[in-house]
């Protein structure tokens, strides 16, 4: 079992639509939950950051947590063609304490005009 | 401007041959990290520091060294013992927390794109 699993997609949605990314991971005693945001060619760029379970809002962007079931998503409301990249999903261990963070695959999001 | 910058960005390499790829940043993080991509896959950790002279190797060290002299830099020489090293390299940096407060935002460079000739 991967530690971090992500659908790789593709997953295309309409313009104007949410798009629901999900991810999850094999180590409960994980603490810190990120979505980066890779466009094709160029390096991550952290969009949400979540340490704590239930929603995190920013924009049109939603981080939701649920430790018990080990799974953290993002929602992408309105969706817009410049959302069109690959999602990556990492956590990071508290145990480990070494910074380590543990990256899925990614998914890759296309949002049709 | 605060930022990490890598260079080259663009970088070639002939069998049986060295190099070094640069990582630098004024962000006055502690931690620094190196990663490679390969296409339609995630990131690998390569190497990573958390303080001056100190350093530890990740899940993929093997043909990889580093070197941490300077806060604000983290250079990373690909050796001719790594026998496939066409890939994306990506370094980052992080602030180092301690307990709760150990978050690891990382933030990523531009990356540099190594192709072996």
């Known amino acids: 079992q991967k530690e971090v699993e992500q659908n790789s997609g593709p997953l295309s949605v309409p313009e104007g639509a949410i798009a629901s990314l999900n991810c999850t991971y094999s180590?409960?005693?994980?603490?810190?939950f990120f979505w980066y945001r890779q466009y094709s060619g160029k390096s991550p760029e952290l969009i949400m950051s979540?340490?704590?379970?239930g929603d995190k809002e920013d924009g049109r962007f939603t981080a939701q947590l649920n430790k018990a079931s080990q799974y953290v998503s993002l929602l992408i409301r309105d969706s817009q063609p410049s959302d069109s990249a690959t999602y990556l999903c990492?956590?990071?261990?508290?145990?480990?304490?070494?910074?380590?963070?543990?990256f899925g695959q990614g998914t890759t999001l296309q949002v049709k005009p | 401007d605060g930022g990490i910058t890598q260079s080259p960005k663009y970088l070639f390499r002939k069998e049986g041959q060295n190099v070094t790829l640069s990582c630098e940043q004024n962000?006055?993080?502690?931690?620094m990290y190196w990663y490679r991509q390969d296409p339609g896959q995630g990131l690998r950790l390569i190497y990573y520091?958390?303080?001056?002279?100190?350093?530890q190797k990740g899940d993929i060290a093997e043909g990889y060294s580093v070197s941490r002299e300077k806060k604000e830099s983290f250079p990373l020489t690909v050796t001719s013992a790594q026998k496939n090293p066409t890939a994306f390299y990506l370094c980052?940096?992080?602030?180092?927390?301690?307990?709760?407060?150990?978050?690891?935002?990382?933030?990523f460079g531009p990356g540099t794109r190594l192709t072996v000739l």
């Open positions: 980052a940096s992080s602030i180092v927390g301690t307990g709760l407060a150990f978050y690891n935002e990382q933030f």
């Open positions: 180590d409960r005693g994980s603490q810190s």
């Open positions: 979540i340490y704590s379970n």
């Open positions: 990492a956590v990071n261990s508290l145990s480990s304490n070494t910074g380590k963070l543990i």
């Open positions: 962000l006055n993080h502690d931690a």
């Open positions: 520091s958390q303080i001056v002279n100190d350093f």
